[in-house]
């Protein structure tokens, strides 16, 4: 695991500050997007624990390609 983070830190030392910084911000914003996802998906499982499958969630038709 140490080498792991001591060759990240090398291959981050080698990129421009201005592209470090755009590639840091963009991190976090992919970061905060997920963590809201995980909140939204735990409060759907949650709120519609009982609810069958019906075409009214997001994911049916993800489910009905899948299920084929």
Avoid at 9 to 33: H, Q
Avoid at 47 to 56: G, L, S, Y
Wanted: proline share 3%.
């Amino acid at each position: 695991m140490r080498y792991a983070i001591s060759a990240f830190l090398k291959v981050r030392y080698w990129i421009r500050p201005d592209v470090r910084a755009w590639l840091d911000g963009f991190g976090a914003l992919f970061a905060i997007t997920l963590f809201f996802c995980l909140i939204q998906s735990a409060h759907d499982g949650i709120a519609n624990r009982n609810r069958d499958f019906d075409a009214q969630r997001w994911w049916f038709p993800i489910y009905k390609i899948l299920m084929m």
